[in-house]
């Protein structure tokens, strides 16, 4: 269960203890959150792949699973939504890096400054081993004055001791003259953890409280930087600097020389994957081969015995549109093998930490449309499910940002079905057809990029961001993000694959459709220059894109028509899903005027491209 705003979540259980695991980003916590509660969370090898609370049960005790933060503060989204749930804990297991705990201890000596009982995960031992670092965990238990456990919680190492290690978790040694500071508060402030908030200047706990913040920020961080520098000087050896294979590639990946040919073989690979191979030989052999030659006409023989198959009931069960006989063709013979090779393709970039090394490598061309690099990683989610992508606009850093990359998300990218639909429908009009397409959408994606960025006020952020290690994605942790995802995405889309096949078939009983489509003839027939029956798909992708691009399948098209009708779906109006996470994040005012500019962009540009080429 996830939250976006921490206050309910903490009121929820008050009555329970509350155990919050808090760390940098991308130190692993929701592997720590996945296997205490059973709940499952993704796992990436990203930062910024929780930007919610996620909240659980382990035993008696709530459980929360907190946004990386490199401190506890008010800065950002992340350190707000954050900030009230570490307050407010009984117990803090913190997870660092063992290959950055320079870093990591920052925030560590933060929670131990507020006087939290505190157990410290020290993870990703492997690597640091891997790396020829040799960190002293009793010695740095001994600065700490709190529990510190080695893990590799990848592989599940060291997650169970961490846990029994729950119950001897206790407030560590506190820098001395900040302990005094914060001392110095406590006839007015009621919480030592809010006492050093105050101290250290956050505005909205000092209102809490009805107190001025005090100016303090600067010398409070000096102090606490240098006594995490002693404390790495006294517990981690490293080794002379050695160059590795991983490093090597890491760096290619950044290097715009090599960087853009090696992103230009990702995408040829993805395309083999998704748009050849599974769009091409496998929905062959489940859309056409099992379902349409093997289920179809047995649910209509089981049926048909029951139902007239040219009666009202018939129809909506077992005719064109039946939901029995299309919708579920379309569900599993099309819709599921390409939800599927989508989400192999993602996991593997996923685990391997490329995704922060693109968005270092597009940082200056995003920039021109005013975001940073950072907007790649929703995007990005967003091929996958534009709903995900859109609610994980909250890593980027200002309202500007996330109103230009929510914006981009739900005119012009598709998601993962619908990337499978398209690219089986271009995989027989050709290359050059195929380019003129991608051609079209970049050049829309450029263009509402700019005039956003100069419409509204401000300009981009700079691309602060960490780059994890390279790895070999794990087989296990891509097997089981492609299962979950897969999973929740079917189980949210056949409600609506359902509803949708229903409604059509109404229409078409009730003669609705043909009067749809001869009113909008004018439009599809002698604007677009599509066959009427067109106006069928695009009321099926006003409940799902996906659904509608899979209607265009049905249609006899010539190979300009195709580009055409799949430029108008990939522009049209967000699913109903996606609109409802829109009226969630942007507000009610800015959705519409999403939802009611896709209507006008789709057919705009789908009919100045039919003037031209049809």
Known sequence: MSHSSSAPVIQEVEDKKKIVLVGNPNVGKSIFFGTWSGVYVDVSNFPGTTVEITRGRVGEDALFDTPGVYGVSSFNDEERVARDVILSADTVVNVVDATHLERDLFLTL?????????????????????????????????ALGVP?????????????????????????KAH??????????????????????????????????????????????????????????????????????????GRLCL??????????????????????????????????TLMQGYWEPWIRGLAGGWVAEGSALGQILIGEFGVLTMTVTYLLGLLLPLVLGFYVALSVLEDSGYLPRLATLVDRMMTSIGLNG???????????????????????GSKRERTIATSILNFVVHCSAQIGV????????GMKLTLAYVATIFACLAILGTVLNKMIPGKSSALLIDLPPMR???????????????????????????AGSLGVSLLHISGGLKAWQNLVAPLTEGWLSLPKEAATAFVMGMVRRDFGAAGLTELSLAPWQVVVSLVVITLFVPCIASLMILFKERGVKEAMAIWAGAWVLAFTVGGVLAQIVL
């Not at 169970?160 to 001897?168: D, G, M, N, R």
């Not at 290097?255 to 690979?269: K, N, R, S």
């Not at 993000?481 to 189980?491: H, L, S």
């Open 110 to 142: 933060q929670v131990i400054d507020m006087g939290l009982p505190t157990v410290v995960a020290l993870n990703f031992c492997d690597e640091a081993e891997a790396l020829g670092v040799k960190i002293d965990a009793g010695a740095l238990q001994e």
């Open 148 to 172: 510190v456990i080695p893990t590799t919680a990848v592989d599940g190492k060291g997650v169970a001791e961490v846990y029994s290690a729950i119950s001897l978790a206790r407030p560590g």
């Open 176 to 249: 001395p003259e900040i302990e005094a500071e914060v001392h110095k508060l406590l006839d007015r402030i009621d919480s030592r953890p809010e006492a050093l908030m105050v101290l250290e200047g956050d505005w909205t706990v000092a209102k809490r409280h009805g107190v001025e913040p005090l100016a303090e920020r600067e010398r409070v961080y000096l102090l606490r930087r240098h006594r995490a520098n002693e404390i790495v000087a006294q517990a981690v050896t490293r080794p002379e600097r050695t160059s590795r294979l991983r490093d090597l590639i």
């Open 255 to 288: 290097d715009p020389l090599t960087g853009i040919p090696v992103l230009l073989a990702v995408l040829w690979g993805c395309y083999q994957l998704i748009g050849v191979w599974v769009a091409g030989d496998v929905v062959g052999l489940t859309e056409e």
């Open 374 to 396: 950072r907007a790649v990683i929703p995007v990005i989610l967003g091929f996958g499910c534009v709903q995900l992508g859109t609610i994980t606009t909250r890593i980027l």
């Open 422 to 429: 398209i690219a089986g429908m271009l995989a027989v009009v």
């Open 472 to 498: 070999l994605p794990r087989i296990g942790n891509v097997l089981r993000k492609t299962g979950v995802r897969t999973f929740f995405f079917m189980k949210e889309a056949y409600v609506w694959f359902i």
